[in-house]
């Protein structure tokens, strides 16, 4: 598995900005068969995909956050990252930077970082 350690998460008012960062590691195979992604997970709700990075470079987000959240990654799949701006309340949660391999999220996962919007 794909070793993954998140940075970044924080407090903030509403409107505020966040950068998470994703330190990964360790791929088992070639990191140009891997996607990486953010998921996040609010208390008693199912963890979510926020955005991912596809096998071509191309980004893909969740509704809620389209226009808010930029996710970027090197080159070589080192460092993950998410812009967040404009965050709102229902943004809080803990997020997750995950590897997939050939885009198959579920096997590999960082231990979460909490980001904390208050209105």
């Known amino acids: 598995q794909v070793r993954l350690v998140e940075s970044g998460g924080g407090s903030v008012q509403t409107g505020g900005s966040l950068r998470l960062s994703c330190a990964a590691s360790?791929?088992?195979?070639?990191?140009?068969?891997?996607?990486l992604g953010w998921f996040r997970q609010a208390p008693g709700k199912e963890r979510e995909r926020v955005a991912f990075?596809?096998?071509?470079?191309?980004?893909n987000y969740a509704d809620s956050v389209k226009g808010r959240f930029t996710i970027s990654q090197d080159n070589a799949k080192n460092t993950l990252y998410l812009q967040m701006n404009s965050l709102k309340p229902e943004d809080t949660a803990m997020y997750y930077c995950?590897?997939?391999?050939?885009?198959?999220?579920?096997?590999?996962w960082g231990q979460g970082t909490q980001v904390t919007v208050s209105s």
């Open positions: 360790g791929y088992p195979y070639s990191y140009s068969r891997y996607c």
């Open positions: 990075i596809n096998l071509g470079g191309a980004a």
């Open positions: 995950a590897a997939g391999l050939m885009c198959s999220f579920g096997r590999s």
